[in-house]
């Protein structure tokens, strides 16, 4: 059973243009969402979090919005670059249920961004 | 944020032997994780270390088939025991100070079993 999924493996955008990566929950105790981005041979780098307490949280280029009715959150790229392409995984932690700080991670999408 | 230096980045092993990963943090950290990547598929968490105790084992990983330490609040080790084929994966250690202090990873050690 997967709490948190991204169903989208793969997304293309042009440079310059808007890249919208999805995801979508189930548990209804997690409390606060990540996005991080993946290169190859790499570890996973923190992007930009937002706590259910709010609905937007921006950090230059990348905006994540969060709908809890919906248990749905995105992460908006602008303007999209080359250097964004990796792979994009949301992860989502439950810190008020007693989750231990443990994170729940989608499956991931791949973000092409052609020149 | 925290820095991680996780050894080793890669390695291919015969079944039936075992290889321990370290990650080494550069500051006191509050958690300490193991996950797993195997490819094509999300990170998956095996395990909390916890310092001075067992770690803490998410359903489907047991402490026999990988046993971990953390002696301190800089240092964890994860050992991939008995290997097969099918334990070929990135592992990664994650740390955090508290949940607002956000996770960071460790660049990962890409196992291959023969």
């Known amino acids: 059973d997967q709490q948190v999924k991204q169903n989208s493996p793969s997304l293309s955008v042009q440079e310059g243009r808007i890249s919208i990566l999805n995801c979508d929950y189930t548990?209804?105790?997690?409390?606060?969402f990540l996005w991080y981005k993946k290169y190859p041979a790499e570890g996973p780098t923190f992007l930009i979090s937002?706590?259910?307490?709010?609905d937007k949280n921006e950090d230059g280029r990348f905006t994540v919005f969060l709908n809890k009715s919906a248990k749905h959150l995105s992460l908006h790229i602008v303007p999209s670059q080359p250097g964004d392409s990796a792979v994009y995984f949301c992860?989502?932690?439950?810190?008020?249920?007693?989750?231990?700080?443990?994170?729940?991670f989608g499956k991931g999408t791949l973000l092409t961004v052609n020149p | 944020s925290a820095v991680i230096s996780q050894k080793p980045s890669r390695d291919i092993c015969q079944r039936g032997t075992s290889l321990t990963i370290q990650c080494q943090v550069d500051?006191?950290?509050?958690?300490m994780f193991w996950y797993r990547q195997q490819p094509g598929q999300s990170l998956t968490l095996i395990a909390t270390?916890?310092?001075?105790?067992?770690?803490?084992?998410e359903s489907g990983f047991v402490i026999d088939k990988f046993p971990i330490s953390r002696p301190n609040l800089t240092f964890s080790t994860l050992t991939v025991s008995n290997m097969s084929p099918e334990d070929s994966s990135i592992y990664l250690c994650?740390?955090?100070?508290?949940?607002?202090?956000?996770?960071?990873f460790g660049s990962g050690t890409r196992l291959t079993v023969v």
């Open positions: 994650s740390v955090t100070k508290g949940q607002l202090y956000g996770y960071t």
């Open positions: 548990n209804s105790m997690f409390d606060y």
């Open positions: 937002i706590s259910s307490i709010k």
């Open positions: 992860a989502a932690s439950a810190i008020s249920g007693g989750s231990n700080y443990k994170l729940t």
């Open positions: 500051s006191q950290v509050t958690m």
């Open positions: 270390a916890n310092q001075g105790s067992e770690a803490t084992y």
